[in-house]
């Protein structure tokens, strides 16, 4: 299945080659405005979610659209063009622009309202009024989705990342790990933390019981089975 899947990438790359898709472009342009925004006097508080703000009297409900592509670091914005660029080369022959974009919104605005509901319940336990107005951003969300639906189209493939060759099933759960470690470190948020997870897991349930495409309603299949993520030992 997926040399049949790879077979058809390859035929749609070289009738688009030399030429990115509008899917492509679009998505790289709002990464690179949003990022561009970040340096404007009080840009980046206006396109990044704080969970103090989304509600009454701010009504700042537009951040749950624009955080997710909103990037305060150009080398994460660079990295995820790559990301992006990968995956698109590899899903859009597949999907279709518009249902790789529905997932993308989709995702990032569901794992943004996770986040947002994770400080509330994380000031209501603490009473720090900091975790209502510290604002938050990024594409981590967005880029582990892309992950489970690379994963759900060639789960038997191998991707490089640096040194390290990671199996399709395992790269979730590597890049919320590494979420993890910077934030252990200390070079990393607990926000980029939730966002990475929540949007490992809203990427799975929209691609396992909601998205319709082909006219099939989600995917049943064994292969794309929540423990199929995880290592076999732990299966």
Known sequence: MDKERLAEVLRGLRSNRGSLSWFTKGV????????????????????????????????HIWTFVTAPFTEKALIQVLLDIVAVFVCASMLEPLWGGFKLLEMIVVVGAAANLVTTLSYIALYAASSNPDLLFLPFSGFSAVVCG????????????????????????????????????????????????????SGFLTA??????????????????????????????VQ
């Not at 990044?48 to 701010?58: F, I, Q, R, Y």
């Not at 639906?149 to 199996?167: D, I, M, N, W």
Request: aromatic fraction near 12%.
């Open 146 to 197: 892309l992950a489970v639906a690379y994963k759900q189209s060639f789960p038997q493939a191998t991707v490089q990342l640096g040194l390290l060759r990671v199996h399709t099933r395992h790269l979730p759960l590597a890049l919320i790990a590494a979420h993890v470690a910077f934030y252990l470190l200390g070079t990393g948020s607990l926000a980029q933390v939730i966002l990475s997870a």
């Open 204 to 233: 799975w349930v929209f691609l396992r019981f909601y998205q319709n495409r082909n006219g099939v309603k989600g995917d049943p299949s064994d292969a794309f089975g929540f423990e199929s993520f995880f290592p076999s030992a």
């Open 28 to 59: 790289i342009a709002a990464l690179l405005v949003m990022h561009l925004i970040t340096y404007i006097p009080g840009g980046y508080n206006a396109m990044a979610l704080a969970p103090g703000e989304v509600g009454p009297p701010s009504l």
